[in-house]
């Protein structure tokens, strides 16, 4: 009688992709998204307002303090972290099903997630998106003109922890010209796709 023939599907890797903000990362994950379409992007649940233009279940899953306490207390999240005053979470059920389904996920969160999800899934490729200097970035979160002085002070303390960890991150990609890092991203990224 024939053997019965298994086939196991690899499971889908974890691309985390880490910056303080200001440093350009979700531009970067967007020209990432656009270039390698396969990639399934995981939206985070967060209690922050939703700024201009963002969507709800298309930037990030809106919703409020209470509920999200709730997710805690059911395990709903992978990972789950506060963020300049706001709760953030990874939802488990959609990483667990990705890459149960062999499909890379890639996410967008900060430090503290990273830390959780890593030890999670040990095997998860993480990426620290660098501005090119401290510097520079102030002039950007000025520039961009979205938050009051004290904001951006608190954004600069925040990056300046951010940053002193990036050597925990598998990859570091320095964001001096916006093409050249999201090339390089694209390569990283397709790097472990190929492999
Ligand atoms: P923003 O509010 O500017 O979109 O995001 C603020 C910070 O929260 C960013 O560093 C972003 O990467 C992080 N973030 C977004 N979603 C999540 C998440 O689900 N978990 C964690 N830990 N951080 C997140």
Redesign the pocket.
């Known amino acids: 009688m024939a053997e019965k023939s298994h086939f196991v599907s690899p499971a889908g890797r974890l691309f985390i992709v880490?910056?303080p903000?200001g440093a350009g990362?979700t531009t970067l994950c967007r020209m990432l998204m656009e270039r390698l379409p396969a990639l399934r992007y995981s939206i985070?649940?967060?209690t922050?307002s939703p700024r201009e233009g963002e969507v709800d279940g298309v930037d990030y899953f809106f919703t409020d303090v209470e509920t999200f306490k709730a997710g805690i207390q059911a395990n709903q999240w992978a990972?789950?972290?506060q963020?300049?005053g706001?709760y953030?979470?990874?939802s488990a059920v959609f990483i667990d099903a990705e890459r149960a389904a062999g499909r890379d996920v890639l996410l967008?969160?900060?430090v503290?997630?990273t830390v959780q999800l890593c030890a999670k899934y040990p095997d998860a490729i993480t990426i620290f998106i660098m501005p090119p200097s401290s510097e520079v970035l102030r002039q950007r979160l000025e520039q961009r003109g979205a938050d009051s002085p004290d904001i951006i002070d608190k954004r600069m303390v925040n990056a300046r922890r951010e940053m002193a960890q990036c050597g925990t991150y598998r990859h570091t990609v320095i964001n001096d010209c916006l093409e050249t890092a999201a090339e390089t991203l694209v390569s990283i990224v397709r790097g472990y796709r190929e492999s």
Do not use: F, L, P
Request: glycine fraction near 10%; aromatic fraction near 10%.
């Open positions: 880490s910056a903000s990362k985070s649940t967060t922050r990972e789950w972290a963020v300049h706001n953030y979470g990874t967008d969160i900060d503290q997630g």
